[in-house]
Nanobody, 115 residues
Framework: QVQLVESGGGLVQPGGSLRLSCAAS????????MSWYRQVPGKERELVAS????????NYANSVKGRFTISRDNAKHTVYLQMNGLKPEDTAVYYC????????WGQGTQVTVSS
């Protein structure tokens, strides 16, 4: 079955960096687009970044453009989110996701940006 396991979240000061990872299994990773979403309590889950199967055509939310970078290693079945210049408003639970007939989600990893 499809499994997505995120890691790399934590507490970081404003201006700091974190790198999230998502290990995928149970489906042919290299032919599916991958995405990162985030959610804060009381708000809808929002798309942060997405990437095509071959690793091109990344898309970003306006709020993270120029600060976050999505990448993927198809050999390792892993997608990454490099987050630089973090701001308090980036605080959220970050989820890895893909669409394989239905939408699948990881369990999420908490990112907290605070001094």
């Amino acid at each position: 079955q499809v499994q997505l396991v995120e890691s790399g979240g934590g507490l970081v000061q404003p201006g700091g960096s974190l790198r999230l990872s998502c290990a995928a299994s149970g489906f042919p990773f290299s032919i599916y687009a991958m995405s990162w979403y985030r959610q804060v309590p009381g708000k809808e889950r929002e798309l942060v970044a997405s990437m095509s199967p071959a690793g091109g055509s990344p898309n970003y939310a306006n709020s993270v453009k120029g600060r976050f970078t999505i990448s993927r290693d198809n050999a390792k079945h892993t997608v990454y989110l490099q987050m630089n210049g973090l701001k308090p408003e980036d605080t959220a639970v970050y989820y890895c996701s893909t669409w394989v007939f239905i939408r699948y989600w990881g369990q999420g990893t908490q990112v907290t940006v605070s001094s």
